[in-house]
């Protein structure tokens, strides 16, 4: 059984950071593509990051270029979101997702990923 797992979310004051970690399990994690995702209130769920096993991270979002930072570790089957500079348009709840890559070692399109954890909150604000 696939599970993700999320945790790390919180309440932070902007300018803040939080390191936002997944758990995944029930797959081979080396050969999927591993990504974070976000949903406001009243707005639609959209990409952040995403990451696969010998491959550069990319960067979904232009707002969080150089804040936020992902990364993973096979050998703890786990993914990380370390955010910095924090503000409240990044106040959402945080979703880690799995899906495998697509030839040529790429990852899929957001609405593809296919595996879904529960979410962890995070809230900016003072």
């Known amino acids: 059984e696939v599970q993700l797992v999320e945790s790390g979310g919180g309440l932070v004051q902007p300018g803040g950071s939080l390191r936002l970690s997944c758990v995944a399990s029930?797959?081979?994690?080396?050969?999927?593509?591993m990504g974070w995702f976000r949903q406001a209130p009243g707005k639609e769920r959209e990409g952040v990051a995403s990451i696969v096993t010998g491959g550069l991270p990319n960067y979904d979002l232009d707002s969080v270029k150089g804040r936020f930072t992902i990364s993973q570790d096979n050998a703890k089957t786990t993914i990380y979101l370390q955010m910095t500079s924090l503000k409240p348009e990044d106040t959402a709840m945080y979703y880690c997702?799995?899906?495998?890559?697509?030839?040529?070692?790429?990852?899929?399109?957001?609405?593809?990923?296919?595996?879904w954890g529960q979410g962890t909150q995070v809230t900016v604000s003072s």
């Open positions: 997702a799995a899906e495998p890559v697509r030839r040529g070692g790429h990852c899929p399109m957001s609405h593809e990923f296919g595996h």
């Open positions: 029930g797959f081979t994690f080396s050969s999927h593509c």
